[in-house]
């Protein structure tokens, strides 16, 4: 009996239609849910997934609040390489989410009181039911970065050098170094978590995680310590 239920998916499409189905039926189960999302490679097909059955079934999605999880620091929110832009394009704009249900942290100009800012909006919608993750080549949740310690809490971060070589940054104008990211007390707060595993190089840092031992070394381990995480991963 593991606190993670791991589940294997044929491939990626698979995977997708998964984590889209989840997500579908807890907006159905609670049409206030508050949502944190991730970025990246892996769920895109799961977003593209969701709007297509939201606008199908005319799922009323006006009472459903989005979170940004994180953030690269010092990029203009047009820049391409934002996580701002990826959310707006892949959800936000599809669905028409109305600004007053979308928390995001700014790209630029941000500081510890953006990180205040952002908790205090969770804790005011009645903290995260979802919160939908990737893990890093290097283990990472969010940008919460492998190293001897960890931060707990929502804080601005100096990314790790192989973070700096993620695809998402290729597009950036500018070199980044800093990211913004919930914590791993947010993350773990949430009420249900959904991780997925998907592309190439992360058998490493996954082999790692299913060990089943927490260490700051592999942030995606504090999973461990969550109740009803579920991951569904595939090899494709
Ligand atoms: C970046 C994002 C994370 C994401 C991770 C994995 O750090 N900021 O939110 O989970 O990368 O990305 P990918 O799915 O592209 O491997």
């Known amino acids: ?14 995977l997708s239609e998964a984590a889209s189905e989840q997500l579908l039926t807890l907006m159905h189960r609670k049409p206030d849910a508050v949502i944190c999302l991730a970025t990246g490679a892996t769920p895109v097909l799961t977003y593209q997934l969701l709007v297509e059955k939201i606008t199908a079934q005319q799922v009323d999605i006006s009472r459903i609040t ?3 999880l994180d953030e690269w620091m010092g990029l203009s929110p047009e820049d391409p390489a934002t996580c701002e832009v990826f959310l707006q394009q892949h959800i936000l704009k599809p669905l028409g989410v109305a600004p007053e ?6 790209s630029d100009n941000a500081d510890d009181s953006e990180c205040a800012r952002i908790v205090e909006q969770i804790t005011q919608r009645g903290g995260l039911d979802l919160c939908v993750l990737g893990i890093g080549k290097n283990g990472h949740l969010g940008l919460n970065e492998p190293d001897e310690q960890l931060e707990p809490a929502c804080h601005i971060t100096h990314l790790d050098e192989r973070t700096r070589l993620h695809e998402m940054l290729k597009q950036a104008n500018i070199p980044v170094e800093k990211g913004i990211t919930l914590g791993l007390r947010d993350i773990l707060a949430a009420r249900e978590v959904l991780l997925l595993v998907s592309g190439e190089g992360k058998q490493r840092a996954f082999a790692q995680f299913k060990e089943g031992k927490v260490t700051p070394q592999i942030p995606a381990s504090f999973l461990w310590l969550h109740p009803k995480t579920t991951c569904l991963y595939c090899d494709r």
Do not use: L, P
């Not at 009996?1 to 698979?14: H, K, L, N, P, V």
């Open 1 to 14: 009996m593991t606190g993670i239920a791991f589940q294997e998916q044929s491939d990626y499409r698979s």
């Open 66 to 68: 989005f979170v940004k």
């Open 101 to 106: 249900n979308y928390i995001s942290f700014r």
